[in-house]
C-alpha cells in the first residue's frame, strides 16, 4: 500500500530572509489564510503561519493598510479576523448575485427574538413567551437554526430541564460584531419593546 506522503515543514521563520521581505511574505501568509476561509480566523490560527513571536496583530493592521482603495477590507468580527466586502460595495454585489447573507426571509419578529435570545441567554421557548406575551414557534425557532443564528445551549433546571437557545459564532459575523459586549444597550430595545416587552408586531 503506498505511503501517504509527507508535506514538507512550514518555515515559519524565515530567517535567510531580509526584514523587510520576511515581513512581507508574513503579510502574504496571513492574507493567503484569510483568502481561504469563510468564516473568521484566530489569533492563534495566524500564528501558526508566522515566526514565533511575531506581531500577528501589527501584521494584520499592516495588511488592512495595504487594502486601502480596495472593494474588500479586513474585520475582526468574533474573535478573530475575516475579509469583507466594503459596505460601499454591498448594492453592486447584491446587484450581482444572490448573496443576501443570513439575515434574507427573516421577519421583523423574528429578528426580535433573536436579539431576546442574544440579551437573556441561555434562555428556553417559556421565557421567550414571558418576555413577548405568546408562544413562539417551532418554527420560528427552527428558521434561526437553519441559519445558524442560534444553538442549543445548556438544558434549564426548570422542571423537565428544558433545551436553552443561545447565540453562535456566526451570529456575531452576521450583525458585525467582536463579541457579545457590542451589543447595543439593553435599555435601548426595551424601550423599543424588543428584549423586555411584549412585542405588538408579527407573529411567531
Known sequence: ???????????????????????????????????????????????????????????????????????FEVAQVAGGWMFRTRPAYAP???AAADVGGQLLDLSEFDVAVLAAIAYHQPITRDGLKDIFGKEISRDLIGRLHGRDLIGTGPRSPQRGAPYTFVTTEQFLVAFDMTSLADLPEREQLDDAGITGQPAQAGSG
Open 92 to 94: 453592486a454585489v447584491r
Open 1 to 71: 500500500m503506498a505511503r501517504a506522503r509527507r508535506e514538507p515543514d512550514l518555515d515559519r521563520e524565515l530567517a535567510d530572509l531580509p526584514p523587510e521581505v520576511r515581513w512581507r511574505e508574513w503579510m502574504q501568509r496571513i492574507e493567503a489564510v484569510l483568502f481561504a476561509s469563510a468564516s473568521p480566523v484566530s489569533r492563534e490560527d495566524l500564528a501558526r503561519v508566522v515566526g514565533q513571536g511575531a506581531p500577528v496583530e501589527l501584521l494584520v493592521e499592516d495588511l488592512a493598510a495595504s487594502l486601502e482603495g480596495r472593494a
